[in-house]
């Protein structure tokens, strides 16, 4: 199984880029994490942020793989414990198909 995580901003610091490798080291034999970073839209002193989201949205979707499910990580959508998570990605492995997490930027 493809886990993919689509981020908005590119860049990370060393020790995020430690931690990325740790975590995807603990997951299971056939299962394979990949991070697609994405450039953050360019933000001036009257900018449109409702273009520059959306310029962002488009670069995201853009990098979902095809064919896999995509999930949108929203601080007001609902929160999962890591044990929900594990069972939720448990029941996609069994479907066979990848999965994208996409994470916007900061506005």
């Known amino acids: 199984m493809d886990l993919t995580v689509a981020a908005v901003g590119t860049r990370m610091p060393a020790w995020v880029q430690q931690a990325w490798s740790e975590y995807a080291r603990r997951f299971p034999r056939g299962v394979s994490l990949q991070l697609k970073e994405i450039a953050m839209a360019?933000?001036?002193?009257?900018?449109?942020i409702a273009s520059?989201?959306?310029?962002?949205?488009?670069?995201?979707?853009?990098?979902?793989?095809?064919?896999?499910?995509?999930?949108?990580?929203?601080?007001?959508?609902?929160?999962?414990?890591?044990?929900?998570?594990?069972?939720?990605?448990?029941?996609?492995?069994?479907?066979?198909?990848?999965?994208?997490?996409?994470?916007g930027g900061p506005d």
């Open 52 to 103: 520059l989201q959306a310029a962002e949205g488009d670069a995201l979707l853009a990098a979902v793989p095809q064919g896999h499910r995509v999930v949108a990580l929203d601080a007001r959508g609902k929160q999962w414990s890591t044990e929900e998570l594990a069972v939720q990605l448990e029941n996609w492995m069994r479907e066979e198909h990848g999965v994208c997490f996409l994470v």
């Open 42 to 48: 360019k933000r001036g002193r009257n900018a449109d």
